[in-house]
């Protein structure tokens, strides 16, 4: 087997986690965390596993078990879990620089400049330091393949005792021990299709897999199959990515909160969405060449017309402005927009992106295209250090989703349904944690 090694690193039911830090009270307690309109379980706790709540069941149908039960319920806090997300990458690049943000919750880290005898005690290290400086559980799990490493990692959340949490693929008899305790479709790269297909021919486990023949696997599952297959055979096909690839799409949108009918506050959720899209596309350096927006009745409503149209607009130039962006957006959902009508989602997304260096620029808008770019520099500048709310547009309105609401009517009917919201604590200076002494 190759002797390199990686390990990934995976934070044990972060969303959960992420509220318990803050709450240390919930611990051993049963609680989950909802989607976007507090719609279905995206996050348990053990505790809640252990209750038969399932990830996806509606909120409504798990109601009478969490009032039964005393499951404390959170409805998602994206801004809360990106922050501690990034504190918990911070920690992982004090161990090695080398290392690939495979999720918001996982990382793989390089680990071949360690002696294989040195890989569990730097683990363990890993661990203890995370839970230390973030208050994030995490478990570590490395082999000489990412494959591998994602093999070892879920079994180490199994552990129990002093081995708990951490996990060493070290020599051939420990991976086919591994492979044996791996369900099939808990293989990362297998689908449930493979997967199905794999079970009717009696292949359960990973180690069935990693036993079929090259030939076969390139033929049925094609490429990205025989790479898992070489991987679980401890042949490294995947290296570490150190940069995130540029999108090549950027898309940002989201359902109401409650129906809307005002072409005012549906302009109000396109700003938004714009501005979050164009503070994405600035952050890959890229610019968009053209943009499309969409809209959405109900199409489930028995009582109403069906109604969804889109629009898109070639840019005369290549632009990361948000004034820019604004305007044609808002242009495009006039356009489309029908009175009458009671919308459900809007959305915009921007496409044919290209680095910003390679904009030519023009003789006749360049000094306004530069003052736009400082503009923009300045506006990210001072959202990071203040917050995304910091500083808007008044086309977006003058609520902002992380404000205080005393009722949900009170609230635009465009903004997310959070009836279980927690706190911002890290972002936000108005919900820091108050320690009373």
Request: charged content about 25%; aromatic content about 8%; glycine content about 6%.
């Amino acid at each position: 087997m190759n002797t390199s090694r990686f390990a990934l690193v995976d934070c044990n039911s972060f969303y959960v986690s992420c509220h318990r830090v803050f709450q240390p009270e919930l611990n051993g307690r049963p609680v989950v965390v909802l989607s976007n309109n507090d719609g279905c379980v995206i996050a348990r706790s053990d505790e809640a596993k252990a209750l038969g709540i399932k990830m996806g069941t509606p909120y409504f149908q798990m109601k009478e078990v969490a009032g039964q039960e005393q499951v404390k319920v959170f409805s998602s806090n994206y801004e809360l879990y990106g922050d501690m997300s990034r504190r918990v990458v911070s920690t992982l690049a004090q161990f090695t620089p080398h290392l690939e943000i495979y999720s918001i919750d996982e990382c793989f880290l390089d680990l071949s400049h360690l002696a294989p005898e040195e890989v569990k005690a730097y683990g363990k290290k890993v661990r203890e330091t995370v839970r230390q400086w973030t208050g994030i559980p995490v478990s570590v799990g490395a082999a000489c393949t990412k494959t591998l490493a994602k093999v070892a990692n879920r079994l180490a959340k199994k552990q129990t005792g002093k081995e708990a949490g951490v996990l060493v693929l070290a020599n051939q008899q420990e991976v086919e021990q591994a492979l044996r305790q791996t369900e099939i479709g808990d293989v990362w790269g297998i689908g449930r299709q493979h997967a199905k297909r794999l079970r009717q021919m009696e292949v359960h486990t990973a180690w069935g897999l990693r036993n079929l023949p090259e030939g076969w696997v390139r033929k049925n599952m094609a490429v990205t199959g025989l790479r898992t297959l070489l991987e679980l055979r401890g042949e490294p096909c995947q290296d570490l990515e150190l940069a995130s690839p540029a999108r090549k799409n950027i898309c940002t949108s989201r359902s109401f909160g409650r129906p809307v009918a005002e072409l005012g506050h549906v302009k109000e959720a396109l700003s938004t969405h714009t501005v979050r899209c164009a503070t994405k596309l600035r952050g890959q350096g890229s610019c968009a060449s053209s943009l499309t927006v969409f809209l959405m009745t109900n199409r489930f409503a028995v009582t109403e017309h069906d109604y969804y149209s889109s629009r898109t607009i070639q840019l005369a130039r290549p632009t990361s402005s948000e004034l820019e962006l604004l305007r044609h957006a808002n242009a495009l959902l006039e356009d489309i927009f029908r009175a009458g009508r009671r919308y459900v989602k809007v959305g915009i997304m921007l496409h044919e992106l290209i680095p910003a260096s390679e904009v030519q620029l023009d003789l006749f808008t360049a000094r306004n295209e530069e003052k736009q770019g400082k503009l923009m520099a300045t506006l990210d500048s001072l959202r990071q250090r203040f917050g995304h709310h910091a500083l808007k547009y008044g086309v977006q309105g003058a609520r902002n989703e992380g404000d205080t609401f005393e009722n949900e009517a009170e609230k635009p009917p465009w903004m997310l349904k959070r009836e279980f919201a927690s706190p911002c604590y890290t972002t936000n200076i108005r919900e820091v944690l108050v320690v009373k002494t």
